[in-house]
């Protein structure tokens, strides 16, 4: 009956630690496909609003938590690197630029109270 007690306090942790994870891999990898989809409507020239983008992701209106979007088209200068810039969809279609796509979203973690950790996955994709 001790050593039960010793010991599930710490299986109960480990357990819940594991779903945690579990979750953040999931929202991870969800993220990762939703940057993939808005930089694609992008490089077409079609621009999601924000509710189309919390809803792909799972969101509703209703939610505190949303995904955070940042688009930036970059120009490649005579040097070879890539200057970034604000999206500009004039700009965009005119100059065939690049464009780069960062999601963020904070992940509430359940399992430790009131905390939260930031995930975010970023595309880049040539205009066509």
């Known amino acids: 009956m001790v050593e039960m007690a010793l010991v599930i306090p710490m299986l109960?942790?480990?357990?819940?630690?594991?779903?945690?994870?579990?979750?953040?891999?999931k929202d991870s990898h969800a993220l990762n496909g939703l940057a993939r989809e808005v930089?694609?409507?992008y490089a077409v020239g079609e621009i999601p609003s924000d509710s189309e983008i919390q809803t792909d992701f799972g969101l509703d209106e209703n939610d505190d938590n949303k995904v955070n979007v940042d688009v930036k088209m970059g120009f490649v200068g005579?040097?070879?690197?890539?200057?970034?810039?604000?999206?500009?969809?004039?700009?965009?279609?005119?100059?065939?630029?690049?464009?780069?796509?960062?999601?963020?979203?904070?992940?509430?973690?359940?399992?430790?109270?009131?905390?939260?950790?930031?995930?975010?996955?970023?595309?880049?994709?040539?205009?066509?």
Request: net charge negative.
């Open 12 to 25: 109960l942790v480990l357990v819940f630690g594991m779903i945690e994870i579990g979750l953040m891999i």
């Open 39 to 41: 930089a694609r409507k």
């Open 78 to 128: 005579e040097d070879g690197n890539v200057a970034w810039e604000n999206y500009d969809q004039s700009k965009a279609i005119a100059c065939k630029s690049e464009i780069k796509v960062t999601l963020t979203y904070d992940h509430e973690i359940i399992v430790w109270g009131n905390s939260t950790k930031t995930l975010s996955a970023s595309i880049v994709m040539l205009q066509e």
